[in-house]
């Protein structure tokens, strides 16, 4: 089992930062790859970004170029660094671990970005 919890959410005018915190916990060493998605109100989840552990990252296009994947081996943490954010940035935040054949999610965290 592996718990998931989100934290860095708010509120931000368009062309600021956040950076999103994800903190694992449970049987984390098993995990092969974390990621981050997001859900917009009446949307379905799309996916951000995504690091493979000890290698790649990929994101989408969407993103490309203003958010940056990160994590923390030690701390077990994975972060999510966004920049000119936009009003289309607008969702709840979703961190995802891969451990297979299991995916974990958490419960999300909303940031909402103001024009």
């Known amino acids: 089992q592996v718990q998931l919890v989100e934290s860095g959410g708010g509120l931000v005018q368009a062309g600021g930062s956040l950076r999103l915190s994800c903190a694992a916990s449970?049987?984390?060493?098993?995990?092969?790859?974390m990621g981050w998605y997001r859900q917009a109100p009446g949307k379905q989840r799309e996916f951000v970004a995504r690091i493979i552990t000890g290698g790649s990252t990929n994101y989408a296009d969407s993103v490309k170029g203003r958010f940056t994947i990160s994590r923390d081996y030690a701390k077990n943490a994975l972060y999510l660094q966004m920049n000119s954010l936009k009003p289309e940035d607008t969702a709840v935040y979703y961190c995802?671990?891969?451990?297979?054949?299991?995916?974990?999610w958490g419960q999300g965290t909303q940031v909402t970005v103001s024009s």
């Open positions: 449970g049987s984390s060493g098993r995990i092969s790859a």
């Open positions: 995802n671990a891969e451990s297979f054949p299991v995916d974990y």
